[in-house]
């Protein structure tokens, strides 16, 4: 996965100019999970939680800078980039993290430098499960990414 801050500037065309993209990285001992974690153990140990980007744009950045920046999400996709903006992410900590990345999808005018978007009125965002090695319940953890736990219901209706 390929996670940058980038400082965003909005034009008179209601597209953003994205500028100064910033790698950042949320697995790992010194990641933004782990860092978010020894933070605010003692106010989220057993219950869920919930991170806007602001928060780990804070986090990294600090408050001022965070106001400036937007989360984005690059991957090629069939010879294509594609981008979205990470609007938040939710949790649940134990012997591992389980994770829920919301995101919104961004529509590129181009491929130079400045990379100019636009965030669609009406479109549908979409969440990402995933699972990293620590938590609460975890003394030796490493906070990498894991392969997620299956979370299979069903509902049966008639």
Not at 47 to 75: C, D, H, K, N, T
Not at 79 to 97: H, M, V
Request: with cysteine.
């Amino acid at each position: 996965m390929g996670f940058k801050a980038y400082r965003s500037t909005a034009q008179p065309d209601d597209s953003w100019a994205l500028t100064e993209p910033a790698p950042l990285r949320f697995s790992g001992p010194q990641g933004l999970i782990a860092q978010w974690h020894r933070l605010n153990k003692m106010e989220i140990e057993d219950g869920p939680w919930l991170v806007p980007a602001r928060e780990w744009l804070a986090l990294a950045f600090g408050a001022e800078e965070s106001a400036r920046r937007w989360i984005v999400f690059e991957q090629v996709e069939g010879g294509g980039r594609k981008l979205a903006r990470l609007d938040r992410i939710s949790g649940r900590f134990g012997a591992q993290t389980r994770i829920m990345m919301q995101f919104k999808p961004l529509q590129s005018r181009g491929t130079d430098a400045p990379l100019v978007v636009i965030e669609p009125e009406c479109v549908c965002g979409w969440g990402e499960e995933l699972s990293i090695d620590g938590g609460c319940g975890s003394a030796t953890c490493t906070w990498r990414w894991m392969a997620p736990q299956l979370g299979l219901s069903s509902v049966v209706a008639g």
